[in-house]
């Protein structure tokens, strides 16, 4: 038997194409969608010999709604823990797709002797097609035109449409990485350019709140060290006084509203892990700008009392002016662990006398916190959720992060994808409010000591298994996404897609056709660990849409080329 010199594979979005194994999925070539939906899959193809200026063609009715990325692919030192679980795909470092480059006209493809790679298709629907079943050609050809391959995925459009997303979801937006990566001046025009281009990534990937700098968040910083400058407020202090001005703020809020931020999380007003300084905080005395708090400033100190007695009525009055009362959250420290019950408690005493009408959220996951009243809207960890979803916490949020790598949904590098999509799941079944994570956008060392290269460095100078600390990375032209970025805003889909079937049939039948078949109910740490199971049961809830949504079935028109 002669072996092909070019193959290709229809594949879902789940598979993980690593450039040194045998591709084992098996072809995935239809799927469905909805109105108003963003789908992805993929085509993998591997060449015998080095094949350069590869071009692809796309021939479709969704030609306008299609983008084709290449999956690039990133190393990874610091895959996973040394006691990781068994829930992942390879624990090896080497080279990791990650990375959906854009494929630009003047750019082929290469193919690598005996690799699989693959390109990523993308069909934003976006509400204006007419339902029916549309074939997407995808063609491989050399330079000159000849074909090298042709695969042809079959995408059917149900006529139905996503609900708003109810989730508050947010992925902390690191402003400092921005201006150090792309060497700009910290709010300058140019600074301001590039956090928009990444606030619109985000709000496109249902992202709907945003982490607000009012002053340097304190996070993920050494003791004694600092991040760059990035604050939002201005501040003057004139003898026992503080004048406060919010012009970038205000630009801040216009900007992300404009672009479909809806929720604003005020950063930290104390320092991580126990709440026991002020976070970096400038202005202006005298004339000259110099530091007013930071590190050397204990939190319950007369001197920041002062400073937040005075700051948070006039940060009142802008939210009031600016109609967004319903719209902000605060926090008090990130993380604080059981032995530092009283320094949180002491700080969150500070702010609640001004802001007892605002929701202040912090990921903490033991439930003393929130036993003893010290937080009322506790995010704890998805693998320590079960104390606080057995005293029927309500409005309950949660996050993951580096530490959270046993059983439950994450999304590693080294994991399946399934991982985390399974998420959108878990989100629907326990009436999850929100969901935090740490990292979209963090590209320096643990504890900010450098800046790193996250086309090299994708472990924070190894420290986080790869995949942890962001999302996206810092491209030319602006954010280029990620495998897990797209796969992530997936969950979140299904999320809705569950929602909209409630509103048809109602939650018991939606949970029932959930665990349908499964031998055990899925919880955050147990779920099934085949991805096919994730595109079947997607499909059931988009028939059961499709079925309750009309009388009668097959009236889609199938469009022909």
């Not at 790869?466 to 990375?473: A, E, H, R, T």
């Not at 039948?509 to 899925?522: P, T, Y």
Request: overall charge negative; glycine content about 6%.
């Amino acid at each position: 038997m002669v072996e092909r010199e070019f193959l290709t594979r229809s594949l879902s979005s789940l598979t993980k194409v690593f450039a040194d194994q045998e591709l084992k999925d098996k072809a995935i070539n239809k799927g469905s969608a909805l109105l108003n939906e963003s789908y992805s899959f993929q085509i993998a193809y591997k060449s015998r010999t080095l094949l350069k200026d590869i071009r692809v063609q796309v021939n479709s009715a969704f030609n306008e709604k299609i983008t084709v990325r290449s999956v690039g692919l990133v190393p990874s030192e610091l895959p996973c823990y040394h006691d990781h679980d068994d829930l992942i795909l390879k624990s090896t470092p080497g080279l990791y797709p990650d990375p959906l480059y854009p494929i630009y006209d003047t750019d082929g493809l290469i193919g690598f002797p005996d690799q699989w790679r693959s390109v990523w298709i993308t069909v934003d629907l976006q509400g204006d097609m007419i339902p029916g079943r549309y074939p997407i050609e995808v063609i491989f050809e050399k330079e000159n035109g000849e074909c090298l391959g042709k695969e042809v995925f079959e995408l059917e459009v149900i006529a139905a449409e996503l609900p708003q997303q109810k989730l508050i979801h947010t992925e902390w937006f690191h402003t400092d990485c921005l201006a150090t990566h792309y060497k700009v001046e910290v709010f300058s025009e140019e600074h301001w350019r590039r956090i928009e281009q990444f606030v619109v990534t985000a709000a496109k990937h249902g992202m709907n709140m945003i982490l607000t700098p009012i002053f340097t968040p304190p996070l993920d910083t050494e003791v004694g060290g600092e991040r760059p400058t990035v604050q939002l407020v201005a501040v003057e202090k004139s003898g026992e006084r503080y004048f406060f001005q919010f012009e970038k703020l205000k630009r801040w809020i216009d900007l992300c509203r404009k672009q479909g931020i809806k929720y604003f999380e005020f950063s930290h007003l104390f320092t991580q892990w126990g709440a026991k300084h002020a976070p970096k905080i400038v202005g202006y005395e005298n004339g000259e700008l110099k530091q007013l708090f930071g590190w050397e400033t204990d939190a319950t100190s007369l001197e920041y009392r002062d400073f937040l007695q005075q700051f948070l009525p006039s940060l009142l009055e802008f939210i009031n002016q600016n109609d967004l009362e319903d719209q902000c959250f605060f926090h008090v420290s990130d993380e604080p662990h059981l032995n530092q019950v009283e320094s949180y408690k002491n700080a969150s005493l500070i702010l609640q006398e001004y802001l007892k009408d605002f929701p202040v959220i912090d990921a903490l996951s033991d439930y003393t916190f929130y036993e003893k009243g010290i937080v009322k809207n506790p995010i704890p960890s998805n693998d320590q959720i079960n104390a606080f979803l057995e005293n029927g916490v309500e409005n309950l949020w949660t996050y993951y992060c580096c530490a959270q790598y046993k059983k439950v949904s994450n999304r590693f590098f080294s994991m399946p994808s399934f991982r985390n999509r399974v998420l959108g799941i878990q989100l629907y079944k326990y009436k999850i409010a929100g969901f935090l994570h740490w990292g979209y956008n963090f590209w320096y060392s643990q504890y900010s000591k450098k800046a790193i290269d996250p086309f090299k460095n994708t472990d924070a100078n190894y420290s986080f298994p790869s995949g942890d600390s962001f999302l996206v990375y810092p491209g030319e032209n602006g954010p280029i996404e990620s495998i897990r970025l797209e796969v992530l805003h997936e969950a979140l889909q299904d999320l809705r897609a569950l929602q909209l079937l409630e509103s048809l049939v109602g939650r018991e039948q939606v949970l029932a056709l959930l665990e349908e078949g499964l031998n055990d109910e899925i919880t955050f740490d147990l779920y099934p660990q085949d991805q096919e199971w994730y595109l079947y049961k997607r499909e059931q809830i988009n028939d059961k849409i499709k079925e309750k949504t009309f009388k009668s079935k097959g009236e889609g028109v199938v469009c022909q080329h």
